[in-house]
């Protein structure tokens, strides 16, 4: 388990490493969004974020251990957990809620009270599909709240979602990469969009897993960055297929060693990237 409590720890020692960090926003239970920084604060930047997907909490604890180990110059930002209050959710369920109303809001949409595989944040919105990029329109999009899928009443209706955006708008990364779990797989481009294809190909074959065009994803954070940029913007999903969401940790040394090169790669496609 890797939890918002983990995180600031991770992001305390990291703190005091040298290592600078931000507070991009504020989760709708008020937990600190935060964003960590490696390599040169000045010049073009790369931007990772993980953990949108509460129960793919194990990506939070792959990025913070991928930002450790970078060493490049290039300037890297990092948001681990995008959704703290859904990781907290699927990690200790409905105690982690304090507020009554909410709890109860939570309970009718999930009376088992088992959230370990929820993905959305506390409003049973699935931030992934709540971004601005043919919202909506997405395969396997629902409007009304529940663990999934749902849309949220409009385009970056929720602050997590908001958060993500306003800082990418502030720093212009060149490349980003959107960490998910599960079936080591990078799907790149947005619809017709296909920028820089030879960089998706050389990520992939350096972590072994396969790339694949998206089809029928809208809303997604990767959606609205490449829609709106015409710049590189991958997903990534880590972690073994036949391995249970929840059980993931135990692929965990394997994932580290696939990302390896990654944020080496995407540094070195620093001048063709524009
Ligand atoms: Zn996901």
């Excluded at 930002?67 to 990092?78: N, S």
Aim: aromatic share 12%; charged share 25%; glycine share 10%.
């Amino acid at each position: 388990m890797y939890d918002f409590e983990d995180l600031y720890r991770d992001i305390e020692c990291a703190k005091r490493k040298g290592m600078h960090v931000e507070k991009i926003g504020k989760s709708y239970l008020g937990r600190e969004i935060f964003a960590i920084h490696q390599g040169d604060m000045q010049g073009k930047q790369i931007f990772v974020q993980g953990a949108i997907h509460a129960r793919e909490w194990i990506t939070a604890k792959l990025l913070v251990t991928m930002m450790r180990e970078y060493d490049g110059e290039v300037g890297v930002w990092c948001v681990p957990m995008s959704n703290p209050d859904g990781c907290m959710l699927t990690a200790y369920g409905i105690d982690s809620v304090k507020d009554q109303h909410i709890r109860e809001f939570l309970t009718r949409l999930n009376p088992t009270g088992d959230y370990r595989y929820w993905k959305a944040n506390c409003r049973g919105v699935d931030l992934n599909v709540n971004f601005n990029a043919d919202w909506g329109k997405g395969r396997r999009n629902v409007t009304y709240p529940c663990s999934a899928n749902y849309i949220g009443m409009f385009p970056e209706s929720e602050v997590e979602t908001k958060a993500l955006v306003g800082f990418t708008k502030r720093i212009m990364p060149y490349a980003t990469l959107s960490y998910h779990a599960k079936g080591r797989v990078i799907y790149q481009g947005y619809k017709e969009i296909l920028p820089y294809q030879e960089v998706a190909r050389e990520i992939a074959d350096s972590a072994g897993y396969s790339l694949e065009e998206s089809i029928g994803s809208a809303g997604g954070y990767k959606d609205w960055f490449v829609a709106t940029t015409r710049r590189l913007g991958l997903t990534i999903e880590v972690g073994d297929d036949d391995c249970d969401i929840t059980q993931l940790e135990r692929d965990f040394g394997n994932m580290v060693g696939q990302n390896q090169y990654v944020l080496q790669i995407l540094a070195k496609a620093k001048d063709i990237i524009l």
